[in-house]
């Protein structure tokens, strides 16, 4: 069996108990008072079950389950009391969210049983934690597909949006960034409802009708209500919705810590879209930092000063002429592609997946397009190297 159960008690008599009793059924280790049980967590973890006696000196059996609680937040948690501890049970139950508590001394069959019912238990979180991920997962990347295939040029926005926000993510070193790059790359959502003429003018620096500017500026709420139903992702759909907000207006939001860092993270996207605005319109990337620093209580000046050091994009690969029967998944599109009668397809910057793979195809098959594009491409000496290490057997990190 691959998950481990943790025993921890203050008497290694009690511990050598478990362990004869147990150690045929499960695969179980022991530790000596809370503290080694939680080294033992820390090096040999994570513990499916962990067992505990109440009564412990130094640190009991509350204090130590409600920091494993911290540590091990899918650890199944299991009390051993003694009848006269009902008050440290009821303690335990509330600071420590054991699944159950048992009573000393605790026959075979009734701690094998608790055991049993509690690696259970642990398989039950697990696996819905697994599709919960999965599940967002294939959600997040099946909304980033449609905007690439439906918008080409706000696809080819949030991907160079994404690329400003890991810069600052990275030099805060933000813990979980990944919501933050979800944001980036979901910011333009809202824009499948716009007609791509209308994208193109906007990121160009263009003005628009008033009505045609309205509908624009609502794409940040239409993407909000498209992600707010999604599990997990109303931080992320709360950051696009205030895209646009002026950090003078985001100050005065409250709510504690995780309000504070949502809130950072729309400053994080206004000012990386203001910033790819004025880079699309020419401007060099000093002078779009100076533009931005010059009005404010619009954005944030330590999220801009976080893209000072931002250099230019590093491109490790050639650029050819690549027929369109060639192409292949993960190559990036040198020049944007449109239709003989000039309809974009997709947008200059975008990688190639293989749903726009087939959309290329399908648009070059009708003739519609080009029998060929211009790419980025893998060098041709790292591609040998890489096939030859894998022949000789290597891994790649």
């Not at 920091?67 to 937040?73: A, F, I, M, N």
């Not at 500026?217 to 919705?241: C, F, K, Q, T, Y």
């Not at 749903?355 to 070059?364: A, D, H, I, K, S």
């Amino acid at each position: 069996m691959s998950e481990k159960i943790l025993f921890v008690d203050d008497e290694p008599a009690v511990l050598d108990g478990y362990r004869r009793l147990l150690h045929k059924e499960f695969s179980l280790d022991t530790a000596i008072g809370g503290a080694k049980g939680l080294a033992a967590i820390a090096d040999h973890g994570p513990y499916a079950v962990v067992i505990s006696d109440i009564r412990m000196p130094e640190m009991d059996g509350v204090q130590f389950l409600a920091k494993v609680r911290t540590l091990s937040p899918d650890t199944v948690r299991i009390a051993l009391t003694g009848h006269a501890d009902i008050e440290a049970a009821i303690n335990s139950v509330n600071e420590g969210a054991i699944f159950r508590f048992l009573t000393k001394p605790c026959p075979k069959e009734t701690l094998a049983k608790a055991v049993t019912t509690g690696l259970m238990q642990y398989r039950l979180i697990t696996a819905e934690k697994d599709l919960l991920e999965k599940t967002l997962s294939g959600s997040i990347q099946v909304l980033i597909e449609v905007l690439s295939l439906v918008n080409p040029a706000a696809f080819s926005r949030a991907t160079r949006i994404r690329r400003y926000v890991q810069h600052i993510t990275n030099k805060r070193k933000i813990e979980a960034p990944w919501r933050f790059a979800v944001a980036a790359m979901l910011s333009q959502l809202g824009c499948v409802t716009l007609h791509p003429d209308t994208i193109e003018a906007v990121y160009a620096g263009q003005p628009l009708p008033p009505e045609e500017q309205a509908r624009f500026d609502a794409h940040p709420a239409i993407a909000r209500d498209l992600l707010s139903n999604i599990p997990r992702l109303e931080p992320v759909a709360w950051m696009i919705a205030h895209q646009q907000s002026p950090v003078s207006s985001l100050r005065s939001v409250k709510g504690g810590e995780p309000q504070e860092l949502i809130t950072r993270g729309a400053q994080m996207l206004r000012v990386a879209l203001a910033y790819d605005r004025l880079l699309n319109q020419g401007r060099s990337h000093e002078d779009a930092l100076a533009d931005l620093r010059s009005q404010p209580g619009e954005f944030d000046t330590s999220v801009i000063d976080d893209l000072a050091d931002l250099g230019p994009e590093t491109e490790r690969k050639d650029v050819k002429d690549c027929p369109i029967s060639e192409l292949q998944c993960g190559m990036i599109l040198r020049e944007e592609v449109r239709t003989r009668n000039g309809l974009l397809v997709v947008a200059r910057g975008q990688e190639v997946t293989y749903p726009l793979l087939m959309r290329l195809r399908n648009f070059w098959q009708r003739k519609a397009i080009a029998n060929s594009v211009v790419v980025l491409a893998p060098h041709a000496e790292k591609k040998a190297v890489a096939v030859g290490g894998a022949a000789g057997g290597g891994t790649s990190a």
